[in-house]
């Protein structure tokens, strides 16, 4: 049986939760899917409250993923990813974290096994390997889907993880640098793959930030607390297509929606 599965990019501020509210559930319908994930990490610009989780939840997300700013609200957010079964924090993250970095979800008659990881390269949070922790994770509980949204910071980081998972899994999606790529594709054994999602938040902006500002900061001014851009947004994520026979992913397409 055919399931088609879509994954958001890092919902950026109340504009891009405000964006992800009004079109979320019509891309669903037009695309026929069955599980969805998003990641929420930038919903407060850093961090993410229980408020805007409750929020991407009633968007129509199955599931919640964060990243290196998963505390950047850490005294609202600690309790509730200790409390809420369907947001997750990576899992290569210390085990003295609050929450869970992986779980399996019904969906009819398959299981599906949602992982988060931080990558390593630029990302210095005192995370373990990341590729030895998907060996680990992918032991315990079974599932007939396996889905990973690595936030990472460099392509390379995301690619080999693409290859060393290739076939064990069914997708594998990058997030954290906020722009998509156009690689989306099926590795040789049949895992999906693309190597960064894009955003959900203002189009007009540097990674959903007020263009001035970034600027500013290139130019070794000082810039002030980095404020969310203004103006029309953008939905960008990927879809991927997954056989229930196999485990493992046929199609990947991209999309974007303004």
Known sequence: MEYHILAIGDVVGEAGVRHLSRHLRAVKKLKNIAFTVVNGENASGVGL???????????????????????????????????????????????????????????????????????????????ENPFTTMDRVLKE???????????????????????????????????????????????PKGTGYITDLGMTGPVESVLGIRPQQSVETFLGGLAGRYQVADGPCKLQGAVFTLESDTGLCTAVERIDIR
Request: charge should be negative; glycine fraction near 10%; hydrophobic fraction near 40%.
């Open 141 to 187: 509980e079974a599932a007939e889907f396996t889905l990973v949204d690595f936030h990472a910071e460099a392509t390379s980081e995301k690619l080999a993880m693409g290859y060393y998972m290739d076939g064990r899994i069914s997708a594998l999606w990058g997030t954290h640098t906020h722009v998509p790529t156009a690689d989306e594709r099926v590795y």
């Open 49 to 127: 409250t229980p408020n805007q989780a409750e929020d991407i939840f009633t968007a129509g997300a199955d599931v919640i993923t964060l990243g290196n700013h998963t505390w950047g609200r850490a005294r609202d957010i600690a309790p509730y990813l200790d409390e809420c079964g369907y947001i997750l924090r990576p899992a290569n993250y210390t085990g003295r974290a609050p929450g869970r970095g992986w779980a399996v979800y019904d969906l009819g008659p398959v299981r599906i096994r949602v992982v988060n990881l931080i990558g390593r390269c630029g990302l210095d949070f005192n995370a």
